[in-house]
Structure formats: structure tokens, C-alpha cells
């Protein structure tokens, strides 16, 4: 149980352009999910806490026009990737928990994203 | 604010060898602690968790005991294999609900 799907798993795209990015709880509620972005051979950095039914918290120094969020049910968050530009190029990851399990995170799969 | 320090990587291992990654914590209250592995190219996969002092998370060979005293949180397998090569993390989750990461260490183990 407990599994969070996140599609697509890499994605390459143009400049300018924009690219979504979504993240499904499986076999579960998810009020809350976690946006998180991983730079080559570095640990991860949150993004963002993507919560159901309301706006996003950006964590400090992440341009929330840039990436946005939207978590419009208990069971879908979306990260929409904004005029892309080759730094954004960089591996995204979701995480979400089953509301009362013991602080268990489960994470997805992840996103390559590669902006050309 | 809530840290965790990690051993810088990568650990390079003989199959078969001891394996420990240390991995220290600053947090206030009595955090949870957590392996996670990342296999390359894939998403976290939660390894084994503890949630209290003296508490011993154990899974697939691994195993981690929560020291408070020592703020201390180190994973440890008996006879690693090349199918342990992977990235480990020692996040932890203070009062609130977000996972705090350190900067990971790479594994790999050689025949």
C-alpha cells in the first residue's frame, strides 16, 4: 500500500515552453504533498508543500510564479513548470502520506525534466 | 533549525564487507528519523524509520538505532552486496510534517 505515482518520468522540452507534471496517491488520501527538486549527485531540496483545497507553501527562494502548483483533490498535485529555461533542466520528486500513518513518506518515482 | 550531517561519499565497498553510514542530527524535541535509498535514476524508497530513542529500525539486512545522546542515527549492514550501490539519505521530521535532508552518501560496492 501507500504508493504515489508520479508521470511523466522524464520529459525534454523547449525554451519558453511549459510542462506539468502531476503526482497521484495511489491507494490513498493525500491532504498534503511535498514538491521536492534534486540537482546532479545532491540531496533534495523542498520546493514547496502542495496542500488540498487551498495554495501551495513555497519554501524561501522559490519563485512561485515559476513553478506552479495545484492540488485541486485529495488524490492528484500538479507542478507546472512555467517558460522553462535550461536551469530548470533538473530531476523533480513528489512525496505524500497516508493521513495517520506514523510519519511515513512515500515517495514517486521522479521526473527528469530536460529543457533544451 | 533541524540539520542532518551525513558522511561524505562515495563509500566505495568490497561485496561481502561491513557496511556504516553515519549520519548526525540537530533538531529540537524528539524528531523521527528515516533511511531513505535512491537507486540510480529513480525515486526514495523509504529503507527502515525510527521514531523514538533507543528505537531500531531494521530492513533487507540493514539496521539503525535511534541515539539520542549521541544525536546519532547510523545505518549499518553486516555483508553488503553490488546490489546495495545506491544513494542513502537520513532525513528526519521535527515538529512538523517536513522532511528535513542532509546531503546523502553514495554507495558502491565492488566484486
Known amino acids: 500500500g501507500a504508493v504515489v505515482s508520479q508521470h511523466p518520468s522524464w520529459v525534454i522540452c523547449k525554451s519558453g515552453t511549459s510542462v506539468k507534471i502531476e503526482c497521484r496517491s495511489l491507494?490513498?488520501?493525500?491532504?498534503?504533498m511535498f514538491w521536492y527538486r534534486q540537482f546532479p549527485k545532491q540531496s533534495l531540496m523542498l520546493m514547496a508543500t502542495s496542500n488540498e483545497g487551498s495554495k501551495a507553501t513555497y519554501e524561501q527562494g522559490v519563485e512561485k510564479d515559476k513553478f506552479l502548483i495545484n492540488h485541486a483533490s485529495l488524490t492528484l498535485s500538479t507542478l507546472t513548470v512555467t517558460s522553462a529555461h535550461p536551469e530548470d533542466s533538473s530531476f523533480y520528486i513528489c512525496?505524500?502520506?497516508?493521513?495517520?500513518?506514523?510519519?511515513?513518506?512515500?515517495f514517486g518515482s521522479g521526473t527528469r525534466l530536460t529543457v533544451v | 533549525g533541524d540539520s542532518v550531517t551525513q558522511m561524505e561519499g562515495p563509500v566505495t565497498l568490497s561485496e561481502e564487507a561491513f557496511l556504516t553510514i553515519n549520519c548526525t542530527y540537530t533538531a529540537t524535541g524528539y524528531p523521527s528519523l528515516f533511511w531513505y535509498v535512491q537507486y540510480p535514476g529513480e525515486g526514495l524508497q523509504l529503507l527502515l524509520k525510527?521514531?523514538?530513542?533507543?528505537d531500531k529500525g531494521s530492513n533487507k539486512g540493514f539496521e539503525a538505532t535511534y541515539r539520542k545522546e549521541t544525536t546519532s542515527f547510523h545505518l549499518e549492514k553486516g555483508s553488503v552486496q553490488v546490489s546495495d550501490s545506491a544513494v542513502y539519505f537520513c532525513?528526519?521530521?521535527?515538529?512538523?510534517?517536513?522532511?528535513?535532508f542532509g546531503t546523502g552518501t553514495q554507495l558502491k560496492v565492488e566484486l
Open positions: 525510527a521514531t523514538k530513542a533507543d
Open positions: 512525496s505524500a502520506t497516508p493521513q495517520g500513518a506514523p510519519r511515513g513518506y512515500t
Open positions: 532525513p528526519l521530521t521535527g515538529g512538523g510534517n517536513k522532511l528535513t
Open positions: 491507494d490513498f488520501q493525500a491532504t498534503t
